[in-house]
T-cell receptor, first 114, second 122 residues
Framework: AQKITQTQPGMFVQEKEAVTLDCTYDTSDQSYGLFWYKQPSSGEMIFLIYQGSYDEQNATEGRYSLNFQKARKSANLVISASQLGDSAMYFCAMRDTGGFKTIFGAGTRLFVKA | GAVVSQHPSWVICKSGTSVKIECRSLDFQATTMFWYRQFPKQSLMLMATSNEGSKATYEQGVEKDKFLINHASLTLSTLTVTSAHPEDSSFYIC??????????????????FGAGTRLSVL
């Protein structure tokens, strides 16, 4: 069965510094996709970044990058130059390419300090 | 702009009444949509997969008669919480993924979410 694990319930980071949010996953599929979503207090789910299991390079989207280590089954999110508006819940998610379902981790709440 | 629209964003109802939540894909046709439920400070739990023109597929433990799903068109799925009770109070959020062909602006890999509906049952 597929599983996503986020071991950090909460993280603090100083404004303008970088922060890494951890995510490990478990799947027996060879082809899958990994995602990170941001959920502010309003509740909407904002897509941040996607990494395909066959992508050779780590995905980057502006200040977001995904540190993909396939052998270790980890897909950590790195946010550079943190901003106050980055304070939110962050969810790591996975979907196998052949299926429809996307499963989510427990989430990490990020607090950015001024 | 929004890719998936969800309405209403907030609803308060009396116990025993039914509530309908709409989910629309705005820039693409979605043969499949997904309904999630999220309790405070918890993750998203998939409730069911909505299939256009056929029955929804429910996850284990989700009552089909309680949470009625209708996917009557390629751009609209509805979730009806029937005979709502206080324990049904939660955040409900829908999502959809664009097809492989279609709007080039949208990624087929990304699951786009609606803004969610906060349901409070008194």
């Amino acid at each position: 069965a597929q599983k996503i694990t986020q071991t950090q319930p909460g993280m603090f980071v100083q404004e303008k510094e970088a922060v890494t949010l951890d995510c490990t996953y478990d799947t027996s599929d060879q082809s899958y996709g990994l995602f990170w979503y941001k959920q502010p207090s309003s509740g909407e789910m904002i897509f941040l970044i996607y990494q395909g299991s066959y992508d050779e390079q780590n995905a980057t989207e502006g200040r977001y990058s995904l540190n993909f280590q396939k052998a270790r089954k980890s897909a950590n999110l790195v946010i550079s130059a943190s901003q106050l508006g980055d304070s939110a819940m962050y969810f790591c998610a996975m979907r196998d390419t052949g299926g429809f379902k996307t499963i989510f981790g427990a989430g990490t709440r990020l607090f950015v300090k001024a | 702009g929004a890719v998936v629209s969800q309405h209403p964003s907030w609803v308060i109802c009396k116990s025993g009444t039914s509530v309908k939540i709409e989910c629309r894909s705005l820039d693409f046709q979605a043969t499949t949509m997904f309904w999630y439920r999220q309790f405070p400070k918890q993750s998203l739990m998939l409730m069911a997969t909505s299939n256009e023109g056929s029955k929804a597929t429910y996850e284990q433990g989700v009552e089909k008669d309680k949470f009625l799903i209708n996917h009557a068109s390629l751009t609209l799925s509805t979730l009806t919480v029937t005979s709502a009770h206080p324990e049904d109070s939660s955040f409900y959020i829908c999502s959809a993924r664009p097809p492989r062909t279609g709007n080039p602006r949208l990624s087929k890999n990304i699951q786009y979410f609606g803004a969610g509906t906060r349901l409070s049952v008194l």
